[in-house]
């Protein structure tokens, strides 16, 4: 695959419709040539998306899922920190470019 696109979604990374997200990054990232990366800028603690679950409803019983679990960007980072936000942008950029040397 050669990479010409790189394409970056900042957000706080809570979706109320991941199956309809899904499809649509699942779209955009089988696109030749594009990559698709959301960077989830997080909170620390127990509004973290790491500490997150989701419930839903089997036979009446509900089952628990971590939301990361069910996430629905392939790749993403998870930033906890803005203060890295510079940082974490050069190293996603150095890795892309990397890839995309090694892909042509």
């Excluded at 040539?33 to 997080?42: E, M, P, Q, R, S």
């Amino acid at each position: 695959c050669n990479l010409q696109q790189l394409v970056l979604v900042l957000a706080d990374g809570h979706f109320h419709e991941k199956e309809s997200l899904r499809r649509k990054v699942r779209a955009m990232a089988d696109t030749p040539g594009v990559l698709v990366v959301f960077i989830a800028l997080d909170s620390k603690g127990k509004d973290s998306l790491l500490e997150l679950q989701t419930v839903t409803f089997q036979g009446g019983a509900p089952t628990f899922t971590k939301y990361m679990d069910t996430f629905p960007f392939p790749y993403y980072i998870v930033l906890q920190d803005i203060a890295l936000l510079p940082q974490t942008l050069a190293n996603l950029l150095r890795q892309w470019f990397e890839l995309t040397t090694n892909s042509s």
